[in-house]
Structures are given as C-alpha cells and as structure tokens.
C-alpha cells in the first residue's frame, strides 16, 4: 500500500514562497512518477507540476513556470514543490500524486486519472 504524506503549506503574502513536501511509503521510491496537483474552490483538480521517477524529466503548467519547481530526493522518498513569487490566485488545496511507472518509462503523467495514489490535501492561502 502506498502512503503519501504532506507538509509544508499555510498562510503567505502575495510574492511570497513556500516548499510543499510529500514522503511516500511503499514500493521503492525511485518506481514512482509524482505530480503535483491543485484545487480551488469551484474548480476542477489541475496538474501543477510533474516530474519522471529519475528526476530527469519535469512538466509544469503555464501558470506557474519560471515560479514553481518540483524536484524529487528518491534516498528520502520525497518530492518537493518550491513555489516563489506566489499570487493570490495560487491558493488552493495542493495534493501530491504518485504512479507506479516501469523503469523503460521516462517521462511523466498528467492527468489525474493516471495517478492512482493521492496524498491527504494541503491548503496553500496566498494573501493579496
């Protein structure tokens, strides 16, 4: 069975930064690809971020590039997404995600579907 913890969010002016972290028990960490989604009230869950099990590979969604970096440390078994510059249109509840991907595969996923484990939800409250 596969857990995902998170940490990291809370209350930040606009511009600030916060680091989202999520820890994974389980199958070894590195037979994970994680994404990093997001939902506001009202809206659908979005991809926010991805990243391939050896790291080598990242997407990120046009609202937060150049902002947002999600990096992975598989000896720690957790992903991080840094997110700098924040705007008041970044709150949201922020859910890491993980699935199993063979070792022939390098690239990431990016839809929600794909994923079949989900961390507990994170609130993220970005203040004007």
């Known amino acids: 069975q596969v857990q995902l913890v998170e940490s990291g969010g809370g209350l930040v002016q606009a511009g600030g930064s916060l680091r989202l972290s999520c820890t994974a028990s389980g199958r070894p960490f590195s037979s994970y690809a994680m994404g990093w989604f997001r939902q506001a009230p009202g809206k659908e869950r979005a991809l926010v971020a991805a990243?391939?099990?050896?790291?080598?590979?990242?997407y990120y969604a046009d609202s937060v590039k150049g902002r947002f970096t999600i990096s992975r440390d598989n000896a720690k078994r957790t992903v991080y997404l840094q997110m700098n510059s924040l705007k008041p249109e970044d709150t949201a509840v922020y859910y890491c995600?993980?699935?199993?991907?063979?070792?022939?595969?390098?690239?990431?996923?990016?839809?929600?579907?794909?994923?079949?484990?989900w961390g507990q939800g994170n609130q993220v409250t970005v203040s004007s």
């Open positions: 990243i391939s099990w050896s790291g080598g590979r990242q």
């Open positions: 995600a993980a699935a199993i991907t063979p070792s022939t595969f390098s690239g990431t996923y990016y839809y929600a579907y794909e994923y079949p484990y």
